[in-house]
């Protein structure tokens, strides 16, 4: 059973930088495409980025620019470098994994905002 544990949530003030980090049980390489999602108190999980396993990136509007995702193949790990960090990022983060019609979640971290 593939396992994704995320870590690196944290209180940040706004304009700041964060750099979470989701560790898999398994190689990443394996995995067709690697996601961050994230879901705020009182709303739906949403779709922040997506690496495939070429390396091609995606971003959703509201982080494009300010957030980089990045896979590191020896540790097995995926990151979301947050950089100039807004209030409406607060949420809880998740990090998602895709291979052979198959779905796998982390447990997310929570990212708190200050302003």
């Known amino acids: 059973q593939v396992q994704l544990r995320e870590s690196g949530g944290d209180l940040v003030q706004a304009g700041g930088s964060l750099r979470l980090s989701c560790a898999a049980s398994?190689?990443?390489?394996?995995?067709?495409?690697m996601d961050w999602y994230r879901q705020a108190p009182g709303k739906r999980r949403e779709w922040v980025a997506t690496?495939?396993?070429?390396?091609?990136?995606d971003y959703a509007d509201s982080v494009r620019g300010r957030f980089t995702i990045s896979t590191d193949n020896a540790k097995n790990t995926l990151y979301l470098q947050m950089n100039s960090v807004k209030f409406e990022d607060m949420a809880d983060y998740y990090c998602h994994a895709y291979r052979d019609y198959m779905y796998y979640w982390g447990r997310g971290t929570q990212v708190t905002v200050s302003s």
């Open positions: 398994e190689s990443i390489s394996s995995f067709e495409s």
């Open positions: 690496i495939s396993r070429g390396g091609v990136t």
